[in-house]
């Protein structure tokens, strides 16, 4: 197996409430995006693709 050299990761974590609040907002996006974009490139019908978004959609309300 080929391992490379490690790398170097520098991660600012936020400082106060709103920045963790802000944060949190964007990687939200960022998976309903993710979300998003993989049932737009599923292989079945629109109507299949609404009732799995719907589904996905009460499941997290039942979360909560």
């Given at each position: 197996m080929r391992t490379s050299a490690p790398i170097e990761v520098i991660v600012h974590c936020p400082k106060n409430?709103?920045?963790?609040?802000?944060?949190?907002?964007?990687?939200?996006?960022?998976?309903?995006?993710?979300?998003?974009n993989a049932i737009e490139n599923l292989d079945c019908s629109a109507n299949q693709k609404q009732?799995?978004?719907?589904?996905?959609?009460?499941?997290y309300r039942s979360k909560r």
């Open positions: 409430e709103a920045d963790e609040r802000e944060l949190a907002r964007r990687a939200a996006e960022l998976h309903a995006d993710f979300v998003m009732e799995l978004l719907w589904a996905i959609k009460d499941m």
